[in-house]
């Protein structure tokens, strides 16, 4: 007989998959394809789309093409070099200060700008707070722009004086867009710009100041890549280069971490989608088995009858996939939405590819995980028309594992995760997978001795959970790990923070003062100790960059995103103490005595514990410093472990007195003030200017802001992991439901009514799910103990709350389980019984 062309094959595939359409286990196949595609698809364009807006304005967000930053101002030859190139050069200087008023103090971020400010994307200001604004402009020699939230803050009108400092200034405009803020900690204040011709008026910025220096170059790529190659050379310590490739790192470093992430939870949801695709495929091939063979038997080769039931399942996979890709692009709208107030405000639509990838992805799992018992279709023997005893030789493991690992990489290459991050957590996940699913074949175990007493109802649920346990342990692992995750994220979200906090004693520091100037330190701790009974030490801070250990450059010593690279990346805050600073213990060496050292002696340095293991540091070491422009050698005498919740002024370098002292020193201290005092805070600000005085618990409503933002995001991706773990628990249905029903007709013409039944449903599925839920609480406890014990150094105590979970559980399980096998009990037992 002549082989069928693929186009009158693909007819008959689509005639039978009409035909089939309401069959269960296609349905439950459709649905963890979206599942995966629209995860796949929604996490995939907010990498994307993020991606694409931060390309889109990274000289936007750098405010040119070329930034030279740094602690200190540019030298001299740096800023001719440029001028030499034609480049247009720019210039603004950064830091913070309080602005005070007669109703009260604001800490703000000020940027002083020159006339050339910007040099890439416009200023943008209005008249008045919340009034349409107007890109253009500056602001002028004794004028001040500033955000609408300080106007608030402070019940300020356009035309108020206010003071920066020593100089007082005038508001001009309400100031509503700047092109190179990022998402930094300057981010949580109200901004003030003012031009630099008034900088030095303000007396704030004084040696030993923390101030950020930028000078802004516009031009060609070659004369730009020509002043990089002039300048690069001679860069201090304490100075780096930014070009459009990191124009927004602190912003783009946070929500990078997100997006990986979220590609984890994307992930779950992928690989418990692709148990349901194993799952339902594996009923769509045994339920055709017959059909199969009697094609055999009307002259189709096993090929073709492979070819048959594969365009079946791709024309499935391709319908199922579309509508995730669709579902995914709505998903990503919302998750665009929920992180609004972390995302640049242009974000451009991210294309098509992400869609593509999706589906992509949505049919590789398919191959992947339905291929195996799909294979099975292709060796059904013609005799089974006779004996339907006769059962397709099984496929080897090898292939069945390896299609499947195939089809997991694939996906893992994908999602670009960080391997190492990815092949922890799966090993992480086996493993609590093989002991919460022993535990749960022991619960089912220790059941039995519960059917010889129990009512009709009860034997009947408990007898089907253990005529499968495996089947049974497996659906109850796959929701105890969703609850799981759901729990935990519940509590990290509000009981750890809270826990926290309440670690801290009532009278914790609530305020932290920066930029004390020598001049006014006696006269600051003296006033301080009238206005607070718990203040801390004023400590002498300098920054300081690590630039050699042992003679070796420091970027030798450190692995990336390690707390070594952070440390190094950055001006670190020195400071010298004789005696042992409170909530500082000593782990090795041991802390130097008051005198101080000889003019010959290399000076001691205590290192924090866990920054000198990043370090690789040990006692002895010699360290080298670049602190105002000199080089200072320390060596190591000691390494100390800080208790960084007090709240308390805490370092990672504190050096031996005697040290640093001829360098130019600002003074750093807190100290708890009662609430209702804050015009006291108002006096003290006023009398010294140039301090910054930085109210900790207005920082920390910003913080919990944002993690509210990505942690709403994090539970609205766990959502999919919801979905796919129910396409979980319908295709384990749907692999038992044949059983079911003819089990369900039998009991019923024996005599059983319909409520016996749906009872027994009830306990059957409300057990599993109770089952999960305890499963998940006990995990919740386990991962929260090694947190608070390990990770956060915070007592731990039992979480009544989470005995919720297996409530959850049996609710959530129970319904779905009902609904799912509502089939098992509408067949009538005579069409059942005469099937058979």
Known sequence: MARLPLLRLFTLACRQLLRDARAGELRVLFFALVVAVAASTAIGYFGARLNGAMLLRATEFLGADLVLEGSSPAKAEQIEAGSKLALDHAQTVEFSSVIATDTGIQLTSVKAVDQAYPLRGELKSAPAPYQQETAGGEPQAGEAWAESRLFAALNLKVGDSIDVGSKTLTLTRVLTYEPDRAGNFYSLTPRVMINLADLQATGVVQPGSRVSFRELWRGPAPALAAYNKAIEPGLAPNQRLRDARDGNQQIGGALGKAERYLNMASLVAVLLAGVAVALSASRFASRRFDASALLRCLGLSRGEALTLFSLQLAILGVLASLSGAILGWLAQLGLFYLLEGLLPASVPPGGLLPALAGIGTGLVALAGFA???????????????????????????????????????????????????????????????????????????????????????????????????????????????????????????????????????????????????????????????????????????????????????????????????????????????????????????????????????????SVEAKLAESL???????????????????????????????FQPNFFMIFQPGTLQDLPTTYLTSFYLAPGNDQAIVELSRTYPAVTILQVQALLEQLRSILGQVTLAVQYVLLFVLAAGLAV????????????????????????????????????????????????????????????????????????????????????????????????????????????
């Open 371 to 605: 291929l195996p018992p799909l294979a099975a279709l292709g060796r059904v023997p013609p005799l089974r028309v006779l004996r339907r005893d006769m059962l397709p030789i099984p496929p080897s493991s090898w292939l069945v594992y390896g299609t499947a690992l195939l089809a997991l990489g694939l996906i893992m290459w994908r999602l670009s995760l960080d391997l190492v991050l990815t092949f922890a957590l799966l090993g992480g996940g086996v493993v609590a997978a093989l002991i919460l699913g022993g535990l749960m074949l022991l619960l089912l175990k220790s059941l039995r001795r519960l059917l010889m007493g129990a009512s009709l109802p009860w034997r009947l649920g408990l007898g089907q959970l253990l005529r499968y346990p495996l089947a049974a342990a497996g659906q109850s692992l796959a929701f105890g790990l969703i609850l799981l995750s759901m729990g935990l994220i519940a509590l990290l979200r509000g009981e750890l923070l809270d826990t926290w906090q309440n670690q801290l004693p009532k009278d914790a520091p609530n305020y932290f003062v920066l930029n004390i100037l020598p001049a006014d330190k006696d006269n600051f701790a003296e006033r301080l100790s009238h206005l607070s009974s718990h203040s801390a030490p004023l400590y002498p801070v300098i920054p300081g960059r690590l630039i050699t250990i042992n003679g070796t450059p420091v970027s030798q010593f450190v692995t990336k995103d390690s707390r070594g690279e952070n440390a190094t990346q950055r001006d670190l805050s020195l400071t010298w103490a004789a005696d042992l600073p409170e909530g500082n213990t000593i782990t090795a060496g041991s802390w130097w005595n008051a005198a101080t050292p000889a003019a010959d002696a290399v000076p001691g340095v």
């Open 729 to 836: 628990l319908f295709s384990g249905l749907q692999a038992t439901l044949d059983e079911r029903i003819r089990q369900g007709a039998l009991l019923r013409a024996l005599g059983a009514e319909r409520t016996l039944l749906i009872k027994a449903r009830r306990i059957e599925f409300g057990l599993l799910g109770a089952a999960s839920g305890l499963l998940a609480a006990l995990g919740c406890e386990l991962v929260s103990f090694v947190l608070y014990r390990f990770a956060f150094d915070l007592h731990w105590h039992p979480h009544a709350w989470l005995l919720l979970l297996p409530v959850i559980g049996a609710l959530l399980v129970g319904g779905a389980g009902v609904f799912g096998t509502r089939r098992a009990l509408n067949v009538s037992p005579l069409t059942v019984l005469r099937d058979g």
């Open 616 to 646: 690789q540091l040990k006692l002895g070491d010699h360290m080298s410093f670049v602190i105002g422009g000199m080089t200072r050698e320390v060596v190591v005498t000691s390494l100390r472990t800080v208790n960084w919740d007090t």
